[in-house]
């Protein structure tokens, strides 16, 4: 992938041209590589960074936010785990979807459940937190105005592109999950754990938790840490 020239401006959003792989038994004619669009460049913006904003917009104080955020953290995380919804006016609406465990304790592949059989609650998993945005914010995403940064991934993934978003990441982040490296590159699962493994494999970053919540730290000396 090549860099691009132009500078983010606010209100406007930088786009990217990437190829994407085929999808299902999806056919594709020869020369014909099909695409999508992805925001170029984006940052992320933290806690501190949120109620430095904030607090530029109102008279309540930065250290206060910081502490109505984390109540809010808090109080999510609590509504959620009861199973309610929480909505926030002029945001959206978190809420939860359901599903089956794909595996048993020891590893074993489960057989899909049929309507007549028991479920008990040891085959349940949290499938995935759901957001449905507010009306406002939906239609306030009518407004976007599109720039293209000129980038298109015409190329394969090169270790140096690797390094520079790693830096760019830890710098406000302390780790990083498969899930966010595979979305930001626009690339396969199995692409982004073939990356991840060799960045271990080089000693550049360490591995943490389980399996099925696994996550990577930058190793001392790597990425700006």
């Known amino acids: 992938m ?6 983010k401006v606010g209100g406007q959003i930088l786009y990217q041209t990437v190829l994407r792989a085929a999808l299902n038994n999806e056919e594709i004619a020869e020369g014909r590589q099909p695409v999508r669009i992805m925001p170029y460049n984006q940052a992320t913006i933290t806690t501190d ?13 930065e250290p206060d936010i910081k502490g109505v955020l984390a109540a809010l953290g808090q109080v999510l995380r609590e509504t ?32 899909p459940k049929a309507l007549y059989e028991r479920i008990a609650a040891s085959d349940i998993r949290i499938g995935r937190i759901t957001f449905t945005p507010d009306t406002e914010l939906r239609k306030a995403m009518d407004e976007a105005v599109f720039v ?3 980038v ?4 394969p993934l090169e270790r140096e592109e690797v390094d520079e978003y790693l830096t760019a990441h830890f ?5 990083i999950t498969r899930r ?15 990356w991840l493994k060799t960045l271990v ?7 943490l938790g389980a399996n099925n919540a696994r996550f990577y730290i930058p190793v001392p000396g790597h990425y700006g840490r």
């Open 80 to 111: 959620l785990l009861d199973g309610d919804r929480l909505k926030v006016e002029g945001i959206g609406t978190f809420g939860l979807s359901l599903a089956l465990k794909k595996t048993y304790l020891d590893g074993r592949k489960r057989h």
């Open 171 to 175: 710098a406000s982040q302390d780790w």
């Open 49 to 61: 960074d949120l109620a430095k904003t904030i607090a530029g917009r109102c008279t309540v104080k």
């Open 148 to 150: 293209s940064s000129g």
């Open 152 to 155: 298109r991934a015409d190329e």
């Open 201 to 207: 494999a080089d000693g550049a970053l360490r591995p």
């Open 180 to 194: 966010e490296f595979e979305t930001h590159f626009d690339i396969s699962r199995n692409q982004a754990l073939q």
């Open 2 to 7: 090549k860099t691009s020239s132009k500078t």
